[in-house]
């Protein structure tokens, strides 16, 4: 009789990936994070264990919207008191928190539980080239558009 593979978190090998955003489109871009966030390039690929990888986002400030997006998307937030949502335009987001615009895209790609709320924590954006996780010797993952 045959059983079904079943990784345990402390069997996982974890992987460090470097991903330049320079030119990508925020979406697509997203997708394939969130795929290796979720471990889903891996044979031994658990839906309900974190068996992913590491990510590093450098440039994310250099992140492309196509069509209007750049003026028409809003990020919300609410204060909890009556009348306190906020919109904040993809525009002005990119302008103050360039990190915040794809931590957005791939957190929306994540499971919405405590899984998700784990895998997230593996996400290291930065808007600028520059990264402090060289200790770590990430491997370039290439995303093809």
Do not use: C
Request: glycine share 8%; proline share 7%; charged share 25%.
């Amino acid at each position: 009789m045959r059983t079904t593979y079943m990784a345990k978190p402390g069997a996982v090998e974890r992987n460090w990936y470097v991903v330049d955003a320079a030119g990508k489109r925020v979406g697509r871009l997203a997708t394939e994070i969130a795929s290796v966030l979720r471990g889903k390039h891996k044979p031994e690929f658990t839906p309900h264990t974190d068996v992913g990888d590491f990510v590093v986002v450098v440039n994310a400030e250099k992140v492309v919207f196509t069509g209007k997006k750049l003026t028409d998307k809003g990020y919300f937030r609410h204060s909890g008191y009556p009348g306190g949502l906020r919109e904040v335009k993809a525009i002005d987001m990119l302008r103050t928190h360039p990190e915040r615009v794809l931590e957005a895209a791939v957190k929306g790609m994540l499971p919405k539980n405590s899984l998700g709320a784990q895998l997230y924590t593996k996400l290291k954006v930065y808007a600028g080239p520059e990264h402090p996780h060289q200790a770590q010797q990430p491997k370039p993952l290439v995303i093809n558009e």
